[in-house]
């Protein structure tokens, strides 16, 4: 729901009860996990599979030792519980059904490793969105995660994303567990994302990391800069509050 005035959103909280007062900042390139606008994914014939497939799997070699870094990381900063997200991805993807299913796409149907790596992780992961259980849905979201990293890394596109220079409330359409984990804490007042689960291992993360979170809200790109109070545990997001409510807020915060 979206009022003029002092404008507020309702959405699903992450139950964190947490709250935070912060300027919007808006990270253009993070994007939502479906990541076919983000890389070029057109279908080309290869003539020399080989080498092909030899590119994918040093893609897959790649990507896989990016994940020990996140799950060593991410043991050293938060817990085993957490590491172990990344400790999946990576059995993901080795996983036969993801791994060989890449591989088996490219020699038979003679296409280019992006391309195969997009229909395979598009394929596996609408079959988790599609399933009955909302814990077993929320694992699709993984299966994109690994896929966007193998895309970039085939791109030759780094792991960073952009980091705030100042403390905010970040928007995104939503954030993988990959982004999640190396955005700087320190100046992450929350983050606000359009699309998400409180299944998913985004929210795994964010709780633990003390961040307060609401997803599913219908965010606009016009609303960065502004100032917002996100209030985890009432599930609302407060656009340009009134002076009243920040000082009620900034009150509550010491």
């Known amino acids: 729901v979206y009022y003029l005035s002092i404008e507020y959103l309702i959405g699903r909280s992450l139950e964190n009860n947490l709250h935070n007062l912060g300027l919007f900042d808006l990270l253009k390139d993070i994007k939502t996990p479906a990541f076919i606008e983000r890389f070029k994914l057109d279908a080309e014939t290869i003539s ?5 497939i030899t590119r994918y799997q040093s893609a897959h070699e790649k990507a896989q030792k990016e994940l020990q870094l996140l799950y060593e990381k991410t043991l ?6 957490e590491a172990d997200i990344f400790d999946m991805h990576i059995m993901l993807m080795n996983d036969s059904q993801f791994h060989q299913a890449i591989m088996t796409f490219i020699k038979e149907e003679h296409k280019n490793a992006e391309y195969a790596v997009n229909k395979i992780g598009q394929t596996l992961s609408e079959q988790f969105f599609q399933m009955p259980d909302a814990y077993l849905q929320a ?4 299966i994109l995660d690994i896929s966007n990293r193998l895309l970039r890394t085939l791109s030759g596109q780094t792991d960073s994303i952009q980091n705030q220079e100042n403390p905010c409330i970040l928007m ?7 982004q999640t984990i190396q955005l700087d804490s320190s100046k992450l007042l929350g983050f606000v994302t ?6 998913s291992h985004t929210a795994i993360l964010a709780k633990t990391m003390q961040v307060p979170a609401l997803q ?3 965010i606009e790109q016009d609303w960065d800069g502004h100032t917002a109070i996100l209030d985890g545990e009432k599930q609302c997001l407060y656009l340009d509050p009134e002076e ?3 000082k009620e807020y900034k009150a509550k915060q010491q």
């Open 139 to 142: 694992r699709g979201s993984d």
């Open 194 to 199: 359009r699309h998400g689960s409180p299944y």
């Open 244 to 246: 009243d409510m920040i």
């Open 172 to 178: 995104a359409d939503d954030l993988t567990p990959s």
């Open 48 to 52: 020399d599979i080989d080498s092909e």
């Open 76 to 81: 050293s900063n938060l817990s085993k519980e």
């Open 216 to 218: 599913q809200v219908d």
